[in-house]
């Protein structure tokens, strides 16, 4: 996981030193996440409400076209499974293609790396005979949402993210997040 983190880190850095020319811009990006795990219909998978913090990189290629790295602390999981709640705390690392459609407004779309930083999926679920305490450590899934840009300084963002793998070892248990964010550009 280690190699991952550093590989992470030095792509973002690279690719930071190639557009330096260009306005490169950081940001500090804060917002409100509802989360839940997709999968098998007889499993109670309800909404849980989070949040996420971190920070962005806004690295433009055109006028039309930006790519925005980010890093974010992110609290989802499950409102209920089987009655209990389920916590996860990811660092969630996505690359954003966002896309000037009009005048102030983007879309955006890219893949995210997700790893598991803590759970507590850590005891037997009773009444089942099944022991659900091995956690995949890596999400790796694809977000779309839009974004507005209120001023130079203030954009804000809403985001679907959809997860490939399964949070929670032979259980469909993907994750799902819908995020609404704000973020400050310095």
């Known amino acids: 996981m280690k190699k991952v983190v550093f590989m ?8 930071y030193a ?3 020319q260009d ?15 997709g999968g098998d219909a007889n499993l109670s998978y309800d909404a849980k409400t989070g949040f996420h ?11 039309e076209l930006i790519i925005q790295p980010e890093a974010l602390i992110s609290y ?29 407004l983007y879309v955006e779309a890219g893949p995210y790396l997700g790893l598991l930083l803590s759970n507590n999926v850590d005891r037997n679920i009773s009444g089942t005979g099944a022991s659900f305490d091995a956690t995949n450590g890596i999400d790796i899934g694809l977000g779309i949402g839009a974004g507005y840009r209120l001023d130079e300084n203030f954009y804000f963002q809403a985001r679907y993210s959809a997860g ?7 259980v469909n248990s993907k994750n799902r997040v819908f ?7 310095l």
């Open 164 to 170: 490939f793998i399964n949070v929670i070892e032979n």
């Open 76 to 104: 989802q999981g499950s409102g209920g499974f089987f009655q209990d709640d389920l916590n996860f705390w990811y660092l969630n690392v996505p690359v954003m293609a966002k896309y000037n459609v009009w005048d102030e």
């Open 18 to 20: 190639t557009n330096a």
């Open 53 to 63: 913090i971190g920070g962005v990189l806004e690295i433009p290629f055109s006028d």
């Open 8 to 15: 992470v880190s030095f792509v973002l850095m690279g690719c």
């Open 179 to 185: 995020a609404i964010s704000a973020v400050y550009f």
């Open 23 to 37: 306005i490169t811009r950081f940001g500090a990006k804060a917002g409100l996440n509802v989360s839940s795990l």
